[in-house]
């Protein structure tokens, strides 16, 4: 899904000039690769600091922007979870949150690359909405009305080599 993800947020930005994406050290960002080289200045990567991704969305949102704040699902959820509440959905900001490799898809790196509650635990903020798509062909819709979408959004992916499940659905 990540790399569907990437594809598509960058076919977005060339339609939504206001679409920014954010990302705290992850290395699949690589795949973010083609954004980057042509939108330099709405591409950051805030390194290990989850918090300031969240804080340089809020901003990037007051100014209009619709940003997407994007790296593995715990750590773009727990670690940065106070600016994520007071920021983003107490202030409904149109910021899209995206964890990817939700579950247990990181489990070979250990128990804290797991996000198992991460639905209950964003579920229960205000203004927050939640999307987690079966696959990358129900992503690429999602990603459109992730950018157009007026709130706070929890994107939930998974991590690579998802079959396509709805490629037949209507």
Request: proline residues 9%; charged residues 15%.
């Amino acid at each position: 899904m990540r790399d569907t993800f990437s594809y598509t947020l960058h076919e977005v930005a060339k339609s939504i000039p206001d679409v920014f994406i954010i990302v705290a050290d992850i290395s699949p960002a690589a795949s973010m690769e083609p954004f980057r080289q042509e939108f330099p200045d709405r591409f950051h990567n805030v390194g290990v600091s989850e918090q300031s991704m969240i804080s340089l969305c809020t901003g990037l949102a007051l100014r209009g922007c619709k940003p997407f704040a994007y790296t593995i699902a715990p750590f773009a959820i727990y670690r940065p979870f106070e600016h994520i509440r007071v920021e983003l959905c107490y202030q409904n900001l149109p910021v899209t949150v995206v964890g990817v490799g939700a579950g247990v898809s990181y489990s070979v790196a250990g128990a804290t690359h797991n996000a198992i509650e991460d639905i209950g635990v964003m579920s229960a903020l205000p203004n927050m909405s939640i999307i987690a798509p079966c696959d990358p062909e129900e992503l690429k819709p999602a990603i459109w009305a992730c950018a157009k979408h007026n709130g706070p959004v929890y994107l939930r992916l998974g991590k690579a080599g998802e079959p396509n499940l709805t490629n037949d659905a209507p």
